[in-house]
């Protein structure tokens, strides 16, 4: 809408328009200055109240000024002058200018964090705004308004905040600000401007639905459903609780899904809903039926038990409902459950040879039966009885315990002890509870021998062991005398003797080398103390260094009761023997490197020991050592020779020999030509090679301007009748196996 303002003076007339104009910031906007009826050029100027300057770009024309504003700022709002002079006469105008900002609309925030019964605050904003005291912010849920508030001047913002508590019906709802600018002559589409969002409620799981308690046959499949509803979306998990109170966890998702149940699966499911909110949990329960399974029937201590054991039988089975469990010893009813126990138990407190049967267990419930049988064998009464050790032999003044071993009692058995050779009088009764019973006899003596008997009573079971205790002397080790030094190969007279002895059997003395016996004797006793001695005259051989007198006690049946034995070593002399000379690292060694001879020898008493080189003594031990060591730090050329070691003893002597040789690569070369190097044709000239090598060189002439060669056994070469051709340089190559040495030199030859 443009409106007009105008008036005549003197047929001068000036218009603006828009007459009340309304700009937006940051926009650009023109005002019209309309001059009509001036025959002249005009002259228009703008001006603001106050002489403030004006911001804007201004353009003239004869009929017309045009102020632009680009853009629009703040400091345009207000009064502004356009004056029109015309040939003297002077007209203005006034009109005034307001200005506005609203670029955008409200935003709302909050709306993601709302929880479900609990206080909570969302927020309206209308930013970057002018003049905000003109702006209304209205909350609004549909047409309802809610809250609404007004702008405060000066500020470029204008902010509500709206309280409530979401309730239930507030689930998938929305909410509305509408943001007005109450301005004159501002356009119905651009005054008002309105956001709305839905609001997010965030609450616990509720669990909506879950399976109803179910029951079901073992084997069947089985599917628990459970639904939750929840912001954020919930998780929902199972769990299986066991009886002990503990939750095992079975699975994720609305479903849990059993291909098969079984009885152990029956009892309460609890589904879990859980988010960050919180969790909710519901319970369904299963029951699972089933026939009688797993039925089994136990004999303890086990189906072989003997006479007077203890027997103890346990039925058991798994079935829902509870089965009867009926228990029969060869068709015949010993024991009924009733349906609320799982297991039966039947004890023979003592078992007969008659409780030998076939034992059957029935378990049944409405579903079916089921049948197990278990056998039970009654042996007769196991006790045995064992006496050890079964025949003793014990040193006369010595302590001997015999023992008593009754097994295949139940329970703890009485034992008597008795003399078997004394009208059977009773030495001691005892009642022991690990089946063992001791008899200590003490200081024994020869009335001592003869035999003993235990008895072990188990209920009204007697069994019997018997023992013979025999009574010997043989206080200490066999005594043998040193022979002294004997030379390997004679006689030697060794002699043993064997004191205080005493048994009723016989002893036998025995010479040994090492596992080899060499002779052997027996003595027989009267029955008193006495002393026996053996003589052994033997040719001493290389490897009999210990002999052993070995003392044995014997039984009647020749097996050894006591033995006692006594080693002498033998000083077994010999002359030297096994003497080697070694050189290291070899018998060939070069010049320089270092050489260690060494001399070894076995003999007894031990050697002498004497290297010589060339027959020249180098080094001697004394008897104390077997062995020698020299050494050559740097060897030279003339350490090359014969080295002999020389052992001896009082018995003998032995020689062993060695030879070492030094070898070295050329060196000292020297080269001499005769009769000079400068010589007339047709001369002999003779070249004469020298050097120091081991082993001897190889010598090559060379000319090397032909590549002539020549080979010499002994260094020297003989040129006849030599001519100018033979002038030039020459070489002399001498090696060996371990280098080479080159001299060169020149013969010049005249005409």
């Known amino acids: 809408v443009l409106l007009m303002s105008s008036w005549c003076v003197q047929g001068l007339r000036v218009d603006v328009f828009p007459r009340s104009p309304l700009c937006r910031l940051g926009e650009r906007q023109q005002l019209v200055c309309r001059v009509q009826d001036c025959p002249d050029m005009p002259s228009v100027s703008w001006t603001r109240l106050g002489d403030q300057p004006l911001t804007a770009y201004v353009s003239t024309n004869r009929t017309a000024s045009v102020v632009t504003f680009d853009p629009v700022m703040m400091e345009h709002e207000g009064a502004l002058l356009c004056k029109v002079s015309c040939g003297g006469e002077l007209k203005q105008i006034r009109t005034s200018v307001r200005v506005y900002s609203f670029p955008?609309?409200?935003?709302?925030?909050?709306?993601?964090?709302?929880?479900?019964?609990a206080e909570s605050a969302l927020t309206c904003q209308v930013s970057e705004l002018y003049p905000a005291e003109l702006l209304t912010l209205t909350w609004l849920r549909g047409d309802t308004v809610l809250q609404s508030i007004v702008g405060d001047p000066g500020s470029s913002s204008v902010l509500s905040e709206y309280r409530f508590t979401p309730l239930n019906q507030d689930l998938g709802g929305n909410i509305s600000c509408?943001?007005?600018?109450?301005?004159?002559?501002?356009?119905?589409?651009?005054?008002?401007?309105?956001?709305?969002?839905p609001l997010n409620l965030l609450y616990a799981p509720v669990v909506t639905a879950i399976s109803d308690s179910v029951l079901v046959m073992a084997g069947s499949p089985l599917t628990l459903t459970c639904s939750a509803e929840g912001n954020p979306e919930p998780v929902v998990a199972w769990s299986f609780r066991m009886a002990g109170g503990r939750s095992v966890p079975r699975g994720r998702g609305r479903q849990l899904v059993?291909?098969?149940?079984?009885?152990?699966?029956?009892?309460?499911?609890?589904?879990?809903?859980?988010?960050?909110?919180?969790?909710?949990?519901?319970?369904?329960?299963?029951?699972?039926?089933?026939?009688p399974t797993n039925t089994s029937l136990s004999v303890s201590p086990g189906e072989q038990v003997v006479e007077g054991q203890q027997v103890t039988l346990t039925c058991h089975s798994d079935g829902a409902p509870p089965t009867t469990l009926v228990l029969r010893k060869e068709g015949a009813e010993l024991q009924r459950t009733d349906p609320a126990s799982s297991s039966l138990s039947f004890s023979l407190s003592s078992a007969l040879l008659e409780d030998s049967a076939h034992y059957q267990c029935e378990a049944s419930n409405q579903y079916g039966s089921q049948l197990v049988t278990s056998s039970i064998t009654v042996g007769v009464h196991p006790l045995r009885v064992e006496v050890s050790p079964p025949v003793s032999?014990?040193?006369?003044?010595?302590?001997?315990?015999?023992?008593?071993?009754?097994?295949?009692?139940?329970?703890?058995?009485?034992?008597?002890?008795?003399?078997?050779?004394?009208?059977?009088?009773v030495l001691q009764r005892t009642q022991q509870q690990d089946g063992l019973s001791l008899l200590h006899l003490q200081d024994l003596d020869l009335q001592d021998q003869g035999g003993y008997s235990c008895e072990?009573?188990?209920?009204?079971?007697?069994?019997?062991?018997?023992?013979?205790?025999?009574?010997l002397s043989f206080p200490s080790d066999p005594v043998l005398e040193d022979p002294g030094p004997v030379l390997l190969g004679q006689e030697a007279v060794l002699r043993c003797d064997v004191r205080n002895v005493f048994s009723t059997?016989?002893?036998r003395i025995q010479w040994l080398s090492g596992n080899t016996t060499l002779m052997s004797e027996?003595?027989?006793?009267?029955?008193?103390?006495?002393?026996?001695?053996?003589?052994?005259?033997?040719?001493?051989e290389e490897d009999q260094r210990v002999l052993t007198c070995r003392a044995e006690l014997l039984t009647e049946d020749g097996d050894v009761w006591r033995s006692r034995r006594t080693g002498v070593p033998l000083q077994v002399h010999y002359p030297p023997r096994r003497t080697s000379l070694s050189v290291s690292p070899g018998e060939q060694v070069v010049e320089g490197q270092q050489v260690t001879v060494t001399?070894?020898?076995?003999?007894?008493?031990?050697?002498?020991?004497?290297?010589?080189?060339?027959?020249?003594?180098?080094?001697?031990?004394?008897?104390?050592?077997?062995?020698?060591?020299?050494?050559?730090s740097s060897a030279l050329l003339e350490d090359s020779a014969h080295y002999q070691c020389e052992a001896s003893n009082q018995y003998g002597s032995q020689l062993v020999t060695s030879s070492i040789t030094v070898g070295a690569p050329p060196r000292n070369t020297t080269v001499l030509v005769l009769p000079s190097a400068e010589v007339q044709e047709g001369q002999n000239v003779t070249i004469c090679c020298q050097t120091i090598s081991s082993p001897p060189s190889a010598v090559v002439l060379k000319k090397l301007t032909n590549g002539t060669e020549l080979y010499s056994p002994n260094g020297t070469f003989l040129l006849v009748n030599v001519t100018a051709g033979d002038s030039g340089l020459y070489q002399v190559n001498v090696t060996n196996d371990l280098g080479y040495q080159v001299k060169v030199f020149s013969i010049s030859v005249r005409g």
Not at 262 to 279: F, I, K, P, T, V
Request: with cysteine.
């Open 393 to 425: 032999a014990a040193e006369r003044g010595s302590d001997l315990v015999l023992t008593c071993r009754a097994t295949g009692c139940l329970h703890p058995p009485t034992f008597t002890w008795k003399r078997t050779d004394q009208d059977r009088t």
């Open 456 to 471: 072990a009573k188990c209920d009204s079971v007697i069994r019997t062991g018997n023992t013979q205790v025999h009574v």
């Open 178 to 197: 509408r943001a007005t600018l109450d301005l004159h002559d501002l356009p119905a589409e651009d005054r008002t401007r309105e956001t709305t969002v």
């Open 104 to 117: 955008s609309g409200p935003v709302i925030r909050g709306q993601d964090h709302l929880r479900l019964g």
């Open 522 to 540: 027996s003595f027989r006793f009267s029955g008193s103390l006495r002393d026996v001695s053996s003589v052994l005259q033997h040719r001493v």
């Open 505 to 507: 059997n016989q002893m």
């Open 258 to 291: 059993f291909a098969v149940v079984s009885l152990s699966e029956a009892g309460w499911y609890d589904c879990d809903a859980r988010n960050a909110e919180g969790n909710q949990t519901a319970a369904v329960e299963v029951t699972v039926h089933a026939p």
């Open 599 to 632: 001399c070894h020898s076995d003999g007894a008493p031990p050697t002498t020991l004497v290297l010589r080189r060339e027959g020249a003594e180098l080094q001697r031990t004394d008897p104390a050592s077997s062995s020698l060591s020299f050494s050559l």
